[in-house]
């Protein structure tokens, strides 16, 4: 399985960034899809998660800023990340899994992409 995550970069806080991240899994359509971040010193934490049907689940430090969706014919999720804040500076990950809870934990998930890194100045 191969997860490559993208679109990371520097912006200053307010601004907006999306992150694509695209799977190689057949099983795309009905994968549970997450993003997590891993800030420096930090644990790596939960952002947001995307499975069939249009269910979503986000960290409560992005609800309202952040959106999580996906293009299954593109086999690409997406992070659109709008508000920036300099909290939000982290190493980017997509991971994968099957099933259909959207699992909040890094342990639960047995794929993962390489990370993106998003760095916000104030």
């Known amino acids: 399985v191969q997860l490559q995550a993208s679109g990371g970069g520097l912006v200053q806080a307010g601004d907006s960034l999306r992150l694509s991240c695209a799977s190689s899994?057949?099983?795309?359509?009905?994968?549970?899809m997450s993003w997590f971040r891993q800030a420096p010193g930090k644990e790596r934490e939960f952002v947001a998660a995307?499975?069939?049907?249009?269910?979503?689940a986000y960290a409560d430090s992005v609800k309202g800023r952040f959106t999580v969706f996906r293009d299954d014919v593109k086999s690409t999720m997406y992070l659109q990340m709008n508000s920036l804040k300099r909290e939000d500076t982290a190493i980017y990950y997509c991971?994968?899994?099957?099933?259909?809870?959207?699992?909040?934990?890094?342990?639960?998930?047995?794929?993962w992409g390489q990370g993106t890194l998003v760095t916000v100045s104030s």
């Open positions: 995307t499975k069939d049907r249009g269910v979503k």
């Open positions: 899994r057949r099983t795309f359509s009905s994968d549970i």
């Open positions: 991971a994968t899994r099957e099933g259909s809870i959207l699992y909040k934990t890094p342990e639960s998930y047995p794929w």
